[in-house]
């Protein structure tokens, strides 16, 4: 049974930081991709950002150069730093890789 446990969600004030973690359970994590995406209600899925085996690195344009995603393969878990928070990065945030996380909130106001 594969499960992504995701934390680090909140509430934070325009400009500030969060770090989201998401910890794979049951499933050989250093053979995968993982990816970050965000929905907001009435929206899609955004990829947010992607991190593959081989470490190359996908952002979207709306979080490059604030977000970063990163890895440690030791862990099992795969991190999203996101800095410089607006408003508009408010959502559920999902863990990815060939399953799908619960979603952990971000709340920016």
């Known amino acids: 049974h594969v499960q992504l446990v995701e934390s680090g969600g909140g509430s934070v004030e325009p400009g500030g930081s969060l770090k989201l973690s998401c910890t794979v359970i049951g499933f050989i994590f250093n053979r995968c991709a993982m990816a970050w995406y965000r929905q907001a209600p009435g929206n899609g899925r955004e990829l947010v950002a992607s991190?593959?085996?081989?470490?190359?690195?996908k952002y979207s344009d709306s979080v490059k150069g604030r977000f970063t995603i990163s890895r440690d393969n030791a862990k099992n878990t795969v991190y999203l730093q996101m800095n410089h928070l607006r408003s508009d990065d408010t959502t559920l945030y999902y863990c990815?890789?060939?399953?799908w996380g619960q979603g952990t909130q971000v709340t920016v106001s």
């Open positions: 990815a890789t060939l399953w």
């Open positions: 991190l593959s085996t081989d470490r190359t690195i």
